[in-house]
C-alpha cells in the first residue's frame, strides 16, 4: 500500500502533507511556492510511492466550489498531465485554516508562530487529509 499526499492548494503558497505507508496518520510534509509545487510533487512521487494525490476543493458555506477553484482546476489538470497515472481527487476543505490556527493555539504555539503562513499551510493539508482518511474508513 501506498502513501496518500494531500496539497493545501494557494496562489503563493501550497501545503503538502502525507499519510505513512499504512495510511493510518496523516503528517505536514512541506511549504512550497505554487510554481514549484508540480516538480516538488513529481520529485516526491518518484522517489515515493503515492497511490493518489487528495487536493483540497474550498467550498463556500452554501455548499458551491469557492471562487478559488478557479486557479486550482489548471493546476489539477497539470498535474493529471504531467502524472497520467495518478489518481487525483477533490476533497471538501471548508474551515480547515480556521481548525489549524486554533490547533495552534491549543498546542501552545506563540502568537509569532501563528503567524508563519508556511506552518498554517502545512497543518491545513494535514487536516484535509486526516479529515479524508476518516471519511474513508468511517464505514468500516
Do not use: W
Amino acid at each position: 500500500m501506498g502513501r496518500l499526499m494531500c496539497i493545501d492548494y494557494g496562489r503563493k503558497r501550497c501545503g503538502v502533507a502525507v499519510t505513512d505507508e499504512l495510511r493510518i496518520v496523516a503528517t505536514g510534509l512541506a511549504t512550497v511556492p505554487a510554481g514549484e509545487l508540480l516538480a516538488f510533487i513529481k520529485n516526491y512521487v518518484s522517489a515515493n510511492r503515492v497511490d493518489a494525490i487528495i487536493v483540497g476543493k474550498p467550498m463556500t458555506m452554501g455548499g458551491e466550489p469557492s471562487e478559488s477553484m478557479a486557479y486550482i482546476v489548471p493546476f489539477v489538470r497539470s498535474l493529471e498531465r504531467a502524472l497520467p497515472d495518478m489518481p487525483v481527487r477533490f476533497y471538501d476543505e471548508r474551515f480547515t485554516s480556521a481548525l489549524a490556527h486554533r490547533a495552534m493555539i491549543d498546542g501552545g504555539l506563540r502568537q509569532k508562530a501563528r503567524r508563519d503562513k508556511a506552518l498554517v499551510d502545512r497543518m491545513a493539508a494535514t487536516i484535509i487529509l486526516n479529515d479524508y482518511l476518516q471519511s474513508q474508513y468511517k464505514d468500516l
